[in-house]
């Protein structure tokens, strides 16, 4: 089964980052352009900067290395990503009754859905939220800003996404808390920055159904 962290096809394929700290800087790595800056030339064909620039170039380095991405020192706080359940909707969960399925699956209802439920074989079109049990996000399609489109019954996706959406209908959220055996049996190394899934182990996704293509059209 394929791996790949631009879909939920399985168990992800790893992706390797590499973060530079600005206490590793070199001011050999360090390139400037400056459009300002005065030269003379020599003889030899050499384009010298004066001293008056080059003092102000040392000066400037600092603001440099203070502005690499990996400086947090500005004390403001991190960018919220976006859920598909906020606080509010967090503390509502906390009294929903819990679903357990024959194969260990378990969910609460956020949101109950007025429409149809998926027939097996169709596609279908959703928004997902996919975190480790800890609440740290490792995949969404809302911060990649389109629905997902996959269709059940076919294998496409891990069990227990597959297993948790069928029983949903157009419009209802639902939490969806995926035993190991239905995850990524394989493990995930996700992207830069998100945290690994190790091979068999729990993870949690917030689902929407949005609608189910083909079946909407055939009921108009």
Known sequence: ??????????????????????????????????????????????????????????????????????????????????????????????????????????????????????????????NYVAMIPSGQIFDSSLEKGQLYIFRVGSGQVIKGLEEGILSMKVGGKRRLYIPGQLAFPKGLTSAPGRPRVAPSSPVVFDVSLEYIPGLEDEEE
């Open 1 to 126: 089964m394929a791996s790949s962290l631009s879909s939920l096809l399985l168990p992800f394929g790893s992706a390797s980052g590499k973060s530079l700290s600005a206490n590793h800087l070199a001011l050999k790595s360090v390139v400037v352009r400056c459009s300002s800056c005065k030269t003379r030339k020599y003889s030899n064909g050499q384009n010298l900067v004066t001293r008056r620039d080059v003092m102000g170039f040392l000066f400037g380095v600092p603001s440099i290395l203070m502005n690499s991405s990996d400086a947090h020192g500005t004390g403001l706080p991190p960018e919220e990503k976006p859920k598909l359940c906020n606080d509010a909707c967090e503390k509502e969960l906390e009294n929903a009754p819990m679903v357990t399925t024959e194969s260990g699956l378990q969910y609460k209802d956020i949101k109950v859905g007025g429409g149809p439920s998926p027939p097996v074989g169709f596609q279908v079109a959703a």
